[in-house]
């Protein structure tokens, strides 16, 4: 499969495992319209729904795959035949279709949950890939707990899985489980011990049950992951998804990685926003990259800090995600610096004996108030300008 080595690939699922959040279901309209902003954000994959999960989710892939041109539209399935001829009804309108379909891969799942015996769990992954590639090119195939699963087994699976037509190959931590050395080194693994894996694209799918999807998912990326799946926000089900944003300005932050992906980072805030609305999930105030106080300084050794190069404190720029701007808030803990600024900013210049006396008096005030206005500090300015006199 000829690709850059460098590219990485977004697969967003918002609008599928997202959307499996209670109380986070979404009409076909505002799936559109967030499959519209994704577009504009530039992912490659949307996956659009579970289609024979319900009508309404086999009309929104339909939709979907009218609204959006470039992006791969993809459906999810069980392997089965039945899922799949769903699926592909769905996606008879889009222009990049994909089958996301799969099983589970440890011996957790394939004892407690289906019931089978490793053997006859390969046959029906196999078997499901054969038959969706009957209608459809592109084949993404999950193994489902693949972060417990027995790594010998998840080779073996894999490599049948490509031969049979797979395109994508989905190595989830479904249930967080891993630290990030051990994913990193399942996927290296797999990179190195499956004869066939050139001929497909390493996918991570990481959950956030112990606060490891990020740091899971660019281990998966530095040693061989070329798909990264995640979503808006980070939501999803239980403790959410990779949020998809950390990882495309990890990756952009830290240019050693020496991968890159094609996300127009500036759109990031405008999207999660939009996330944020339509789905009724707030965000936050201390979420990465899109959390209200993601560019925002209270303490005083920061503020100074930052107002004297903003490098001191911020390693990403909040324009480079869209973000409105950084923020200088003041509380008790704020230093002169801060206060000076904000002063200047509302057209008040004051000399170093009013500086001195109007941050006496700012401290007292910030001890006893959590929100200090503009008013509030023309009050101050006015007081101390009447003191001057």
């Given amino acids: 499969m000829l690709h850059d080595p460098n590219r990485v690939y977004v697969f967003d699922t918002t609008l599928r495992d997202g959307e499996q959040v209670p109380g986070c279901q979404l009409t076909t309209p505002e799936k559109i319209e967030i499959a519209r902003e994704l577009e504009a954000l530039g992912v490659d994959i949307i996956e659009a729904g579970f289609p024979v999960s319900s009508p309404g989710d086999f009309q929104s892939v339909v939709e979907i795959s009218k609204a959006v041109n470039n992006p791969t539209v993809c459906a999810l399935t069980r392997a089965n035949k039945g899922d799949i001829d769903v699926a592909v009804e769905s996606l008879k309108y889009a222009k990049h279709p994909r089958i996301h379909t799969g099983i589970g891969s440890s011996d ?101 049950d112990l606060g490891l999807a990020t740091a899971n998912s660019i281990a998966g990326l530095q040693n061989g992951a070329r798909q990264i799946e995640g979503t808006i926000n980070g939501i999803g089900e239980r403790a959410g998804n990779t949020s998809i944003e950390e990882v495309v300005m990890i990756l952009k932050t830290h240019e050693s990685i020496n991968l890159h992906t094609n996300i127009n980072t ?89 500086l001195d006396e109007a941050y006496k008096n700012f401290l007292t005030l910030a001890d006893g108030k959590l929100d200090i206005t503009d008013e ?14």
Avoid: W
């Avoid at 490509?162 to 399942?186: F, M, R």
């Avoid at 500090?377 to 006199?389: E, H, I, S």
């Fill in 376 to 389: 509030d500090l023309l009050t101050l300015a006015n007081n101390v300008g009447v003191l001057q006199k």
């Fill in 108 to 208: 957790m799942h394939i004892k407690t949950k289906f019931n089978s015996t490793r053997e006859e769990i390969l046959v029906r992954a196999v078997d499901a890939v054969k038959y969706a590639k009957r209608f459809v090119e592109d084949i993404e195939f999950y193994a489902e707990d693949a972060g417990r699963a027995d790594i010998h087994y998840l080779a073996q699976m894999v490599e049948a899985v490509i031969a049979a037509g797979a395109t994508v190959v989905n190595i989830p931590d479904t249930n967080g489980y891993c630290l990030p050395n051990q994913y990193g080194d399942k996927i290296r693994f797999l990179k190195e011990n499956v004869q066939n894996i050139d001929k497909a694209i390493i996918s991570v799918h990481c959950h956030n």
């Fill in 266 to 354: 500036r759109n990031f805030y405008e999207i999660s926003q939009l996330v944020r609305t339509q789905m009724r999930m707030p965000v936050q105030a201390n979420k990465a990259i899109v959390g209200s106080n993601a560019f925002a300084h209270s303490s005083g050794i920061h503020q100074d800090g930052f107002l004297k190069n903003r490098e001191n404190y911020e390693i990403i720029r909040p324009e480079d995600v869209g973000f409105p701007s950084a923020t200088i808030v003041l509380t008790a803990r704020s230093g002169r610096h801060a206060l000076k600024f904000h002063l200047e900013r509302l057209g008040q210049q004051l000399d170093k004996s009013g």
